[in-house]
């Protein structure tokens, strides 16, 4: 594969175990409200980690630490083992860090080819003819497009006329092109079908394997365990779990992401309710 | 062009996509709405007013759609910013004060003033635009501050310096001459006199064409407008492109002032007030989203010659020109509507 510069300097980092970012430890308040505390967290090149959580359990704040939208208050973050605080988006993509927001990941009514290259232009010429390399830009997105199987016949459709997996696609090959080596996706899976959530994984794994290190936020532990490597578990802004693949099996993840001791609960509850009434058009009027 | 076709033998990797056609393509360009609009004023005027078509006519119609173009283009690229300015009226009424008055009260070239009136108005974009990145409340609020305050401003000052409500003549001053040249002069083309004031216009919708086309300036442009988060989150310096956005108004304010200032050598302090509104419906006119994002130029440009045909062909028609607002409104309603009709027919790919 050629995935530019992320396989020329990300090929020999995994042997030498620092790991690209690490967290320790790292809380975050807004004013009296304990969004995240002592979280640790390792992302390693050529892994993915995975952060599970349900609403609210902190995984949002946790990503805007990483992305630099916002600063930690406490312990401490590193990134290639040196100990950071990013002030800004613009700095963390400088640091390699890319990260593919669930919504925000693109402006819907620019067309493909703006998109793929928003914020990261080429430009040939000089003084007030500098202008964008259109021709350029266009096929350099039709082409990584179509290496992740996304053939556009039109790179000037506006992308929110693509699908939201292809949407995701177009926001992951975007970064693997400009040479990201930690890749933060927020709930790339969340509002996409089983298919298109098939798809999306695949690249996730594709850009694991171009020596990418990724977070992968997600509430779906099926999802995080098909392609995760180690595995945080949020509650309510603290870390309720942190496990290698091999310590832990895929019914113990959906266990402890479920709350554990509550999904019994819950299993004892559902047992005692009666089942649906399969037959509405007979019910009573006031059923509905 | 590598959008042509799949590969052959390879299977269409997305069934649902069809192949769009030229004529689509031209149904999807943000201009046309305003384009058949300008053609059917056009004909309308050509029809009903029988002086509409000769050319000094013409150049009149030219004329009154180039003063109202030079502030709709950079009013549009604003738009497509995502932002709006309501002092670009006033802005221009204060530019063209600020320049005149500089000039009586302070030197003996006019130039010397024109000069302090660009920097003062840029100042003015940047103050919009530092104080819409700094603090939170939209647009809208910011720059009907700035609205009111400098309409205050040119009515107070105007008369604590001149003691009047308009400027004093600066037509003997050194400088004038050239000065109306630049801004205020009259090219003959055969036997038609056509204003200068046309040639700025479409030199600023090439410029703002240029930018918005052809330029990361441009494609910043149209993601702080579509999109503003997600286009901080790849690093596109959004303040830094918003307060660009206001620099610009502020540019045609300064342009558009420095006509008043030598076409008419005196300035009246209470001019301006409410044609801001003008340039952003000639915008909207010319397809720009309301939301931002979306709209063109040329669209805007398009819609101010609609203006400059509607206002100067009900005097042709010899019609009571009350009815110019009326008709204003009109069209405004027609064009949102098509082309929010067109939008949706040419986006409905599927």
């Given at each position: 594969m050629t995935t530019e510069a992320a396989d020329t300097t990300e090929?020999?980092?995994?042997?030498?175990?620092?790991?690209?970012v690490e967290l320790d430890a790292v809380s975050k308040y807004y004013g009296n409200i304990?969004?995240?505390?002592?979280v640790s967290l390792e992302v390693h090149a050529g892994e993915i980690s995975c952060v599970l959580g349900d609403n609210g359990a902190g995984k949002s704040t946790l990503i805007k630490i990483i992305a630099g939208l916002h600063q930690h208050d406490a312990g401490t973050f590193r990134i290639e083992g040196e100990e950071t605080s990013l002030s800004s988006p613009r700095e963390a993509l400088d640091r390699g860090i890319a990260t593919v927001y669930q919504?925000?990941?693109?402006?819907?009514?620019?067309p493909v080819w703006r998109n793929f290259f928003l914020g990261s232009e080429p430009t040939k010429g000089?003084?007030?003819?500098?202008?964008?390399?259109v021709e350029f830009m266009r096929k350099t997105t039709h082409a990584e497009l179509l290496r992740m199987g996304i053939d556009l016949r039109?790179?000037?459709?506006?992308?929110?006329?693509?699908?939201g997996g292809e949407r995701q696609c177009v926001a992951i090959a975007r970064a693997v092109y400009f040479g990201a080596k930690v890749l933060v996706l927020d709930?790339?899976?969340?509002?996409?079908?089983v298919k298109q959530s098939g798809v999306v994984l695949k690249y996730v794994a594709a850009a694991r394997d171009a020596g990418l290190g990724v977070v992968l936020i997600t509430h779906n532990p099926h999802h995080a365990y098909l392609v995760g490597n180690r595995f945080v578990l949020l509650k309510r802004g603290t870390m309720s779990g942190s496990h290698a693949r091999?310590?832990?099996?895929l019914d113990e993840l959906t266990r402890q992401m479920a709350g554990g001791s509550e999904l019994d609960d819950l299993r004892h509850e559902l047992e005692r309710a009666p089942a649906p009434d399969l037959k509405p058009d007979t019910g009573t009027p006031d059923a509905s | 062009m590598s959008t042509t076709a799949p590969a052959p033998g390879k299977p269409v990797a997305d069934e649902r996509l069809l192949k769009t056609s030229p004529l689509k393509k031209f149904l999807g360009r943000p201009e046309l709405g305003s384009v058949v609009g300008a053609v059917a004023v056009f004909l309308f005027f050509a029809i009903v007013a029988?002086?509409?078509?000769r050319a000094p006519s013409l150049a009149t119609v030219l004329y009154a759609a180039s003063t109202i173009g030079i502030m709709a283009v950079p009013v549009a690229l604003l738009m497509i910013g995502g932002e709006f300015d309501l002092s670009a009226g006033v802005m221009v009424t204060t530019s063209a004060l600020i320049s005149s008055m500089f000039s009586y009260q302070?030197?003996?070239?006019?130039w010397v003033g024109v000069g302090v009136s660009l920097l003062a108005t840029l100042a003015i974009g940047v103050f919009n635009g530092v104080m819409l990145i700094r603090t939170d409340p939209p647009s809208f609020i910011i720059t009907l501050g700035t609205f009111l305050m400098l309409t205050g401003m040119n009515l107070g000052f105007t008369k604590l310096i001149s003691g009047t409500v308009s400027t004093k003549s600066?037509?003997?001053?050194?400088g004038f001459a050239s000065a109306k040249d630049v801004f205020a002069s009259t090219i003959t083309i055969g036997d038609v006199d056509f204003k200068i004031t046309i040639v700025w216009w479409l030199a600023m919708v090439a410029i703002a064409t240029w930018i918005l086309l052809r330029t990361r300036a441009g494609n910043w442009i149209f993601a702080v407008g579509g999109g503003e988060q997600a286009a901080r989150a790849v690093g596109v310096p959004v303040g830094r492109t918003k307060i660009g956005l206001y620099m610009g108004v502020a540019f045609g304010a300064w342009v558009s002032g420095q006509h008043l200032l030598f076409n008419y050598?005196?300035?009246?302090?209470?001019?301006?007030?409410?044609?801001e509104l003008i340039y952003i419906i000639a915008a909207v006119i010319g397809g720009c989203l309301i939301t931002g994002g979306y709209g063109s130029a040329v669209g805007a440009a398009v819609g101010a010659l609609i203006f400059g045909m509607t206002s100067k062909g009900i005097v042709y028609a010899e019609w009571?020109?009350?009815?110019f607002k009326f008709f204003l409104g009109a069209m405004l309603l027609l064009a949102t509507l098509l082309n929010a009709w067109v939008r949706k027919r040419a986006e409905a790919t599927k």
């Open positions: 090929a020999p980092a995994p042997d030498d175990g620092t790991p690209l304990r969004a995240l505390e002592g919504d925000l990941a693109v402006v819907p009514l620019m000089t003084g007030p003819f500098k202008r964008m390399d039109d790179v000037d459709q506006p992308i929110g006329t693509l699908s709930e790339p899976t969340a509002a996409l079908g091999d310590e832990i099996t | 029988d002086s509409f078509l302070m030197t003996a070239n006019v600066i037509s003997d001053m050194e050598d005196v300035v009246q302090s209470g001019e301006g007030v409410g044609n009571n020109p009350d009815w």
